[in-house]
């Protein structure tokens, strides 16, 4: 690695073992992907005034040539709510498929062709109500919301902040708003497969 891996924590004691863990989850991403230039961990406890239970943040910008891979990987819902350790090895296994299929990519391994309108999850949140919504931002750097029930062959506990989406969106009273919003492999989807991804807006 170019640059020394960082580490950050908010709300959380930084002992030797929880450093020890993440150095070793770095020390995979290397295994993956052997040109890392930069890594950037923080870890934090975001509950809502230290009410009983733990809502962990991991965040990871992991630096490779041309581009930073971003991910946000964290726990808002009470009863859905994993370990420090669990949410450690989650975003560190998402990491490590981000950085699987970048090197894909840069070995030509994978065909890039011409993306159709998409965009990057950005938010995802849950109201006192317990409906679950969230934000992405299309490659104009429009914010547009979406609903759970706008996710087409998605799960909403699969999303993360960062992952690539198409969708189909209008403009409404509160502005853009996704009708549908559909997975997205940058490396797989081109207009070619346009038709295999059931987005109705776009017809």
């Given amino acids: 690695m170019e640059v020394p891996p960082e580490i950050a924590f908010r709300g959380i ?10 150095l070793d989850g770095i ?38 040539p041309s581009k930073t891979l971003v991910v946000d990987r964290q726990n808002p819902e009470p009863d859905k709510r994993s370990t420090l350790e669990q949410t450690l090895n989650e975003a560190f296994a998402v990491a490590r498929k981000r950085l699987v299929k970048a090197k894909k990519l840069q070995r030509g391994e994978v065909k890039k062709h011409e993306l159709p309108p998409h965009g990057r999850i950005v938010r995802l ?31 909403y506990e699969d999303l993360d902040v960062g992952d690539e989406v198409r969708f189909a969106a209008a403009h409404g009273d ?30």
């Fill in 13 to 22: 004691t930084p002992t030797d073992e929880l450093k020890a863990r993440i």
């Fill in 27 to 64: 020390e995979s991403l290397e295994d993956v992907y052997p040109n890392l230039i930069s890594c950037r961990t923080m870890v934090a406890d975001d509950t809502p005034d230290q009410q009983s239970g733990n809502n962990y943040r991991i965040r990871l910008e992991v630096g490779i």
């Fill in 125 to 155: 949140l849950t109201d006192e109500t317990g409906v679950r919504y969230g934000f992405l931002e299309s490659r104009d750097g429009e914010q547009v919301y979406f609903h759970e029930e706008a996710l087409v062959d998605l799960d």
């Fill in 174 to 203: 509160d502005g853009l708003q996704a009708s549908t919003v559909a997975s997205l492999d940058p490396g797989a989807v081109g207009p070619s497969r346009e038709r295999d991804v059931p987005l109705s807006g776009s017809r």
